[in-house]
């Protein structure tokens, strides 16, 4: 009897294993190569090469066939998905190289994100949607980094371990570095001895450890420094070596020399300011993500990109100024999603006609701003926040010239700053790394109404003619859409309509010829542009792509009118 029960129990198992299957669909099986159509096997083959193939899968899913392929080797990877008709679903190709092998400007990344650290893994990466890039992983000291880095060298994603923790007890101090030590510069290091208390968090091994304190950071002492022999503490620790950039740094280390003691970085000090950090750079917008940087670069920025999300997404300000810039920012993207001409007329007032080396401001004018018809947003919410009441109040301290002749800070100055660091790592240069493209686009109607407000266009006028007192040019451009919007009555989602659209290019073509400082391009066109479907990550919005090629053409267009 109990065999029976048994017996029915898993024939009842298979036949629901059978009906999920059934109802859903999929199944999988192993078959040889030579066993998919000739098609697959060309398409297939193309991409593979040479390189053995391991593993062929004949599948179907939602009633759909689809072939898999992997081939690997000692250095290479890859998997297929394809279906009957020879079209992609997946294909990812994964490449074990050396590090020398990197392009130059991701091994720059590279250091700049993971300093001295031992790099145990860099792969060279093609993934479909998603293109090539590469992966770096740093494995040191208890510390791991896992990095994705465009060609180019920007930071697309960053994995980090979380720090390591620490109960200790402080047994050693070095001298304590004063403002006059320091002198005429603002920042100092310290190193401190500990002794281990407790491993709270992470990997550490040893009983001794340095540790780099912030002693000076920005021009104030810091608490650190009045911590006494036997004081107690916990610490969260990244690796001293991590930190390439605080070789250029003033460092005090009076400690006996051991090389056998770990050296870490304090990344959990509490910094001491007059104004804590969030509430400084509190401006109610996407501007409290970029003003650390900003401030940190205004005396050496020659260009500025102003406008809303399209110019936010569709300026890499990194491609200005070529290599100088790619160094020692002079170039950066200011630009506020929603922005509007108002907010752009106060930018100008209070930041940009105050920066002593500004040479450009690229401008991204959307025909909204002077439309009657469109709803005014003011610069009001900018106006009442935090951190532009903070710049009001403290105007001629922030603006005061650094006493330093000719002091430029580079990337690895930027990243040694405590709370700019992480605003730079997003958003390199203002800009944001975008690489999605926009799938199944659809049309859809927009309300077109379209007036040219006199009152607008003078504020547009009277802003351009403020930069000219400060000799400053303006590369004012009308931004792309996507090729949707190609033979619609209406040329952006905004309802500016075709004659609107040819009405606004005259007047900027008019004004051009009178503001010398003026330069205007239509890279709108009306919806007859050269930028492609997968230039775009949505209907008005560029990604990596498009961004890329917009900056290009800016720049050659910016170097055709330089002085």
Known sequence: MKRTQNNTFTLLLLLT?????????VFSKDIE??????????????????????????EKDDGEIIYDVEAEDDRIKIELQITPDGTFI?????????????????????????GMLKIKDVDRKTELGKGLYYEVEADDMGIDIDLEIAPDGTLLDIDKSDPIELRVELTAKSKIPTLKDISPYREALVFYEYRLQKRLDGEFKGKKLRVAHWAIYDNQPQKIRKLEIGDKLELE??????????????????????????????IGQEIFEDEPVDERFDYDSIFSEKMPVFWQLKNQLKLVALGDSRCECGVKAELFYEDENLRIPVAYNLAISGGSLEVQELIVEEYLK???NLEWV??????????????????????????????????????ERSKIKNEKKTIHDIYSIPYVSAYWSERPWGWEYKNEIWQNPEKKKFKSDWEISEKRWKSLTSMISTLKKHDVKVLLYLAPLHPIMQGEPVVDD????????????DQLNRLQKKLPNLVFVDLLQGGNHDFTPEMFKDLDHLNVQGATKLTQELEEVRKRHAK
């Open 17 to 25: 294993i059978t009906h999920l299957l059934l109802t859903q669909n």
């Open 33 to 58: 190569f030579d066993e998919m159509p000739k098609l697959i096997q060309e398409i297939a083959l193309r991409v593979i090469g040479d390189i053995p193939i391991d593993d062929v899968e004949r």
């Open 90 to 114: 997946e294909k990812d190709i994964t490449e074990n190289i050396s590090f020398l092998e990197l392009p130059i400007p991701v091994q720059d990344t590279v250091y700049r994100q993971v």
């Open 237 to 266: 620790l990244y690796p001293y070596k991590q930190y390439k950039e605080f070789g250029s740094l003033y460092t005090s280390d009076t400690l006996e020399l051991d090389p056998d003691i770990p050296l870490y970085h304090d």
């Open 354 to 356: 105050k920066l002593p």
């Open 362 to 399: 690229v401008y991204q004018m959307s025909p909204r701003v002077v439309n009657r018809h469109f709803k005014k947003t003011s610069d009001r919410e900018l106006r009442k926040s935090d951190g532009f009441k903070f710049d009001q109040r403290n105007k001629q301290t922030l603006w």
């Open 494 to 505: 905004d309802g500016t309509t075709q004659e609107g659209y040819h009405e606004l290019v």
